[in-house]
């Protein structure tokens, strides 16, 4: 990690990394798009099969009810002030791959897309349940133990239509950008507890993951990953889970002692920053670097992901991404596709050479980018950020940047973003390189401000 620790452009370290993340740039921008992957199950509704629940929509505080109590096929669903009755009580029926049916305990009919729609406002009614695509849904995390509904068939999730908070509202399928009127809280027909939304499933248990090289298999490869827990660590104590990816030709190795910068410049500065609150992952790019073909990389993460949390503590609305270079590609396609699965990620000096599977969900974004980038453009770097301006709902500006000779870094944190959705831009006065250095905090710059900046954004969302 030699270049991480030096401020001289003409490190013959750094300029092998930027030739050889250019070739590799180029080289995986030409294998065009990736395909779809299944995301990871959601961790924060962790449901009982066997139980019946009530869903109560977070913007409107009313039922998921099926209206006027029908019984024939067709018959519309629609939201309803509480009663727990049978028309509001629902059953997951497991159809398998992390897919679930929801069956009315007045009439065992099961929600289903109306006519296999894929359209937006596409009716959700009931019908009789032939297990097919259009009738199973998956559960997908948002805060506050929330989950939204999102349909094998479409894409779409299920939400009260025109966010209405009237009796009667029609239940319809839309676009999934995490509104309000697109959650549900599960709450248990008969009392029973749901499992805590700050715990996964490895919480409480005796951990047989310890710090050190861990190897699993995915997608029919070897793969490996560091993997750091905290000293002390305490299986009642929900984690942050952090993910940090290494540029082209770095190791995982770089990324768990880091380099010739030093234990400072751990998994970017964040093993020292989480002083003990947070368990770190450096995984092993394939060929050294994170080409993602067909999604591989992605479902890589995603296999890190269960292997973690069915062994360690950790809570499933605070995994976080970053990387810089192709680790920043990574970070990217990431929360493109990922955007349920992930809470922020950060991505420093990145481009979109890592693919954007989706890319149409909100996820707090903080982009980092020199202005005299040679390898990857800031163009490149402005692009992936103003991907996340729009999803989040933020207002499109201009935001300053400094300008060449001024040694001096400008970040900005977009207004008008939807609620626990904040996008940050950070750009400095450099190179293709992690981080500012202008001095900042009176040290040269790259360790002390980048580590600190990303901490803080990390560390706002519990």
């Known amino acids: 990690m030699k270049a991480i620790g030096e401020a001289r452009p003409a490190s013959p370290r750094r300029h092998r990394w930027r030739s050889g993340l250019a070739a590799a740039a180029a080289a995986v921008m030409a294998a065009g798009a990736l395909v779809a992957v299944q995301a990871a199950p959601a961790a924060a509704a962790t449901v009982d099969t066997n139980a019946w629940y009530v869903l109560v929509n977070r913007n409107s505080g009313k039922a998921l009810d099926l209206y006027a109590a029908a019984t024939n096929d067709g018959a519309r669903i629609s939201q309803w002030t509480r009663n727990n009755g049978t028309n509001q009580q629902w059953q997951f029926v497991d159809s398998g791959g992390g897919y679930y049916r929801l069956k009315s305990r007045h009439s065992g009919k099961v929600l289903d897309v109306h006519n296999w729609s894929t359209a937006d406002g596409g009716a959700i009614v009931q019908w009789s349940d032939f297990n097919s695509t259009n009738q199973q849904f998956r559960l997908a995390d948002s805060d506050g133990g929330h989950v939204r509904l999102i349909s094998r068939h479409s894409g779409k999730v299920v939400e009260v239509q025109g966010a209405s908070t009237a009796d009667g509202g029609n239940i319809v399928q839309y676009a999934d950008w995490n509104g309000a009127n697109q959650q549900w809280q599960l709450v248990r027909a008969d009392g029973g507890s749901n499992p805590p939304p700050t715990g996964g499933s490895g919480c409480g248990k005796a951990p047989t993951l310890s710090s050190g090289t861990h190897t699993i298999s995915s997608n029919g490869k070897s793969r490996s990953f560091i993997l750091r827990v905290p000293t002390n660590y305490n299986n009642n104590n929900p984690y942050r889970l952090i993910f940090a990816f290494h540029w082209r030709g770095g ?210 969302f519990s």
């Open 251 to 460: 190791t995982m190795q770089e990324i768990s002692n880091g380099g010739t910068s030093g234990t400072a410049w751990s998994y970017y500065g964040q093993q020292e920053q989480s002083n003990n609150s947070a368990i770190l992952v450096a995984p092993q790019g394939l060929g050294n670097g994170w080409g993602n073909a067909g999604g591989e990389d992605v479902t890589f993460v995603d296999d890190m992901i269960r292997r973690i949390e069915s062994d360690l503590c950790v809570n499933p609305r605070q995994r976080f991404a970053l990387g810089f270079s192709w680790g920043g590609g990574m970070s990217y396609a990431l929360a493109c596709a990922r955007a349920d699965v992930f809470r922020a990620v950060a991505v420093i000096a990145g481009a979109q050479i890592s693919g954007c599977s989706g890319g149409r969900q909100p996820i707090a974004y903080f982009g980092l980018h020199g202005i005299s980038d040679n390898v990857l453009s800031i163009s490149q770097g402005r692009s992936l950020r103003d991907t996340f301006v729009r999803n989040n709902g933020c207002a499109a500006q201009s935001p300053p940047e400094p300008g060449s000779g001024s040694r001096t870094h400008i970040t900005t944190a977009y207004s008008g973003c939807r609620a626990g959705y904040p996008v940050q831009w950070a750009a400095f006065d450099n190179g293709h390189m992690p981080g500012p250095v202008d001095g900042t905090y009176a040290e040269s710059g790259i360790t002390t401000w980048t580590k600190g900046e990303i901490w803080r954004f990390f560390a706002q």
